[in-house]
């Protein structure tokens, strides 16, 4: 599948993480992608494997690698209408940062 080639490749070029389900080392059900300046470009977790707070687990995983690789909090852009998204990093106790059409959320974990 040519989205999991991408993936792959971003997982392993960038700071990143990924779950794995045993026996199925090749395929991640979750992942969290960063980009180069620190913030998170995509959180993913497969439709199969969600309710199982995977996506808590990659999120602060994410802000230790973020912190020690970059010096700087984590932050990551969320739609307005990505009501899931926005719930997840407000419950995680990350700042929200009002933008014309998205929010910024900024880990305060390290604020």
């Given at each position: ?73 984590p932050?990551?852009?969320v ?16 700042v ?7 929010k910024?959320?900024v ?5």
């Amino acid at each position: 599948d040519e989205l999991l080639a991408v993936v792959r490749s971003n997982i392993s070029e960038r700071p990143s993480a990924g779950i794995y389900v045993e026996g199925c080392p090749e395929t991640p059900v979750a992942w969290c992608i960063c980009y180069s300046y620190g913030s998170i470009g995509t959180l993913h977790v497969l439709e199969d494997h969600r309710g199982k707070k995977l996506a808590r687990v990659l999120i602060r995983h994410m802000v230790r690698i973020v912190t020690e690789s970059h010096g700087i909090p984590p932050f990551v852009f969320v739609h307005d209408r990505n009501f899931k998204s926005n719930e997840l990093f407000s419950s995680e106790r990350w700042v929200k940062q009002p933008l014309c059409f998205s929010k910024i959320f900024v880990s305060a974990q390290n604020v």
